[in-house]
Every structure is written in structure tokens, then in C-alpha cells.
């Protein structure tokens, strides 16, 4: 007799309008007690535009945060150091 449910799939389904992915070169951060919102831009002065909005809970977060630390790590060691890009110029504002 088993000794409970087992890991149970989950069908993902991956939308046409997204497969193609949205190019940012640049992202801003802002956070709630509740969630954080990542906004991913692409920024060719002398303007830009917001090509996705993420919004996740602070615990999610974590998890992202760990995910990236692993694949930045597993990618430095396939391929070599990343070298960190510079800041961008000027002040990223609303309109």
C-alpha cells in the first residue's frame, strides 16, 4: 500500500505570444510587503519601454534569487567569468 499521493505532473501550457521570449536590457525593482514587481526594460536613448512585468511573493523571490546564484554559477564554470556591465547613465523614470 502506498504510502500517500506521489509527485503529481503538472501540464504546462506555453503560449504562442510568449515563445519568442521579450529582450530587456535593463530592470527595475520595486517591492510591497506582500510582493516584489520586477519591470524588464529596453532602454535605447533617449527612451525606453517596459517589455514585461513579473509581480512575486517574497518567498518566491528566494527561490529566484537561488536560481539565478545556481546558473550564473553552473554558466561561469561551463563557459568562464561574467563580467558585471556598467550602470547605465542617467536617471530611469516613469511616464
Do not use: C, W
Request: no cysteine; hydrophobic share 40%.
Amino acid at each position: 500500500m502506498p504510502n500517500g499521493p506521489g509527485p503529481k505532473e503538472i501540464k504546462i501550457t506555453f503560449p504562442e505570444a510568449v515563445q519568442g521570449g521579450a529582450y530587456a536590457n535593463n530592470m527595475v525593482v520595486a517591492h510591497t510587503k506582500e510582493e516584489f514587481i520586477l519591470d524588464f526594460l529596453m532602454v535605447a536613448p533617449p527612451a525606453g519601454i517596459v517589455t514585461a512585468r513579473v509581480i512575486v511573493s517574497p518567498g518566491h523571490m528566494k527561490r529566484i534569487l537561488e536560481a539565478l546564484r545556481d546558473n550564473v554559477s553552473k554558466y561561469e564554470t561551463s563557459f568562464g567569468a561574467i563580467q558585471k556591465a556598467e550602470e547605465p547613465k542617467g536617471r530611469i523614470g516613469f511616464s
